[in-house]
Nanobody, 128 residues
Framework: VQLQASGGGLLQAGGSPRLSCAAS????????MSWFRQAPGKEREFVGA???????????HYSDSVKGRFAISIDKAKNTMSLQMNSLKSEDTAVYYC???????????????????WGQGTLVTVSS
């Protein structure tokens, strides 16, 4: 399984960029997926995740720091997960990683150690 994150860059505060995570090697619906971020000098932080239900629908959940501003979505046809970021703040500056759990683990988790596949990260720098 390979995950390829993209969409970062130097952005203005208040902006609304969209990050993407393209998966290859298996379907995104094979397990829960998530976004994490790591700011300079800080530990990796949970951003949000999607969990899958038995009827192949998904539902997202978010950390309190991004709830109401960020939204995760899935494009099954493209096998891609997106992170729509709105109302960017300087504290959103970080490297953003997408991650996937082992096949069959459908519940998203805020704990990075529960994810075994990681993208390479994409840097988001927010200037005020």
């Amino acid at each position: 399984v390979q995950l390829q994150a993209s969409g970062g860059g130097l952005l203005q505060a208040g902006g609304s960029p969209r990050l993407s995570c393209a998966a290859s090697g298996r379907s995104l619906s094979s397990s829960a997926m998530s976004w994490f971020r790591q700011a300079p000098g800080k530990e990796r932080e949970f951003v949000g995740a999607i969990s899958w239900s038995g009827d192949s629908t998904y539902f997202p959940h978010y950390s309190d720091s991004v709830k109401g501003r960020f939204a995760i979505s899935i494009d099954k046809a493209k096998n891609t997960m997106s992170l729509q970021m709105n109302s960017l703040k300087s504290e959103d500056t970080a490297v953003y990683y997408c991650a996937a759990r082992s096949r069959g683990y459908y519940t998203g988790s805020p704990y990075s150690q529960e994810y075994i596949y990681w993208g390479q990260g994409t840097l988001v720098t927010v200037s005020s």
